[in-house]
């Protein structure tokens, strides 16, 4: 049943998508699909804040698309689109860079972390005004819940400041979204680094799951993942290893950690890596084969993207006009 309010949601074309980006993000939002009207983004803007090479951007935002029909997102019940096929995504953004303040986005640790990486002064313009962009993103929609995994929070609440300030300055034009990150599988974490969130960007394969992997590549990587010393199957503080896993088995199952945690009292880490691995394939593999059978066929997704930048134009459009006649434009 639609409760008559959106959700808007994105994710960039770069790297290889995850297990994080599946249970922090995908799987979120195809359970609540049925109740809203949904806008989920390809946000290939976003993408460009680092270097990419052209070919792979292209292929990977095919992939995406894929991955997204292929996660059980329904195209005939979500626009699907691509975030650089409708200009309204920069045009509001100009707008709110000017109602963003510089001391707001140097606070942002997702830049200060990309940032050191390359030395500030490095650091593209682009990488810098980029929780502007996500904000015009789902403004541009007054969509009302975000979807996300943890490390979006601070972005979340950036956009939250941005929309009131817009609405005090100018008057009611936005809706001031809610943020929405699930109970479990919002930080999942490296399978060879616990105190590192699990990343597309890593170096090394072996410290995600990619969600095209294929089933010996996920028993092989949970295998090697890094475990605690001592034996028990508990999720405490001081073994961040197995709550990670015990974190990964419970968002795919849906089971309480305490219930998973009680199935193997008295057996040992090897015993629960080789279930968590049979219930990871087994979560991901339909996935895998769903998307590789659409990627066969791109017409296919290159039409659903392209049908839904027009509903995703339809609505953009009158808000970015409303802006606009608020700012005095027009
Ligand atoms: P990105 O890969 O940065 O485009 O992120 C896309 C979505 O996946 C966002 O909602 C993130 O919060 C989410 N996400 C990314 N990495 C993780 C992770 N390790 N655990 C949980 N969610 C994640
Ligand atoms: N910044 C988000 C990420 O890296 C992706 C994103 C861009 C996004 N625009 C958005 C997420 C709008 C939610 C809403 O994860």
């Known amino acids: 049943m639609r409760n008559g309010h959106r959700v808007f949601s994105g994710i960039q074309p770069s790297g ?28 290939d803007l976003h993408a460009l804040t680092v270097p990419q090479d052209p070919k792979v951007l292209r292929q990977k935002v095919r992939e995406l698309a894929a991955i997204y029909v292929a996660c059980g997102i329904d195209p005939e019940k979500s626009v699907i689109f691509r975030q650089s096929r409708v200009s309204e995504h920069t045009e509001l953004a100009w707008l709110l860079d000017c109602v963003a ?20 002064e490095a650091a593209s313009v682009g990488l810098y005004v980029y929780p502007v962009l996500q904000a015009a993103d789902v403004l541009l929609y007054n969509a009302h819940l975000v979807p996300v995994g943890e490390d979006q929070r601070q972005h979340l609440e950036l956009m939250r400041t941005l929309a009131r300030r817009f609405n005090g300055l100018y008057g009611e034009t936005f809706v001031v979204p809610e943020v929405f990150i699930p109970p479990v599988g919002a930080r999942v974490m490296a399978l060879d680094e616990p105190t590192a969130k699990m990343s597309k960007s890593a170096p090394a394969p072996g410290s995600y799951i990619a969600i095209l992997d294929e089933p010996d590549a996920i028993r092989r990587k949970i295998r090697r993942a890094k475990t605690d010393s ?12 197995i709550a990670n896993l015990l974190g990964i088995y419970a968002a ?64 953009a459009r009158p808000n970015l006009e409303s802006a606009w006649t608020r700012m005095g434009l027009s």
Not at 17 to 39: C, F, M, P, R, T
Not at 101 to 120: H, N, P
Not at 230 to 241: I, M, R
Request: charged share 35%; aromatic share 8%; net charge negative.
């Open 252 to 315: 795919i199952t849906g089971s309480a950690v305490e219930e998973i945690e009680r199935r193997y009292e008295g057996k040992g880490y090897g015993d629960f890596k080789k279930d968590l691995a049979e219930v990871v394939v087994e979560g991901l593999s339909p996935i895998r084969d769903r998307a590789l059978e659409l990627l066969d066929d791109p017409r296919e997704l290159d039409e659903i993207l392209e049908t839904g930048a027009e509903k995703a134009r339809a609505v």
């Open 230 to 241: 001592g034996t028990e199957v508990v999720a405490s503080p001081e073994k961040p290893a």
């Open 16 to 43: 290889n998508l995850h297990l994080g980006n599946y249970l922090g993000a995908l799987k979120n939002w195809v359970s609540i699909q049925d109740d809203y009207e949904n806008y989920f983004c390809i946000v």
């Open 101 to 120: 303040k510089v001391g707001e986005l140097s606070r942002m640790t997702q830049f200060k972390d990309k940032a050191r990486k390359g030395g500030a």
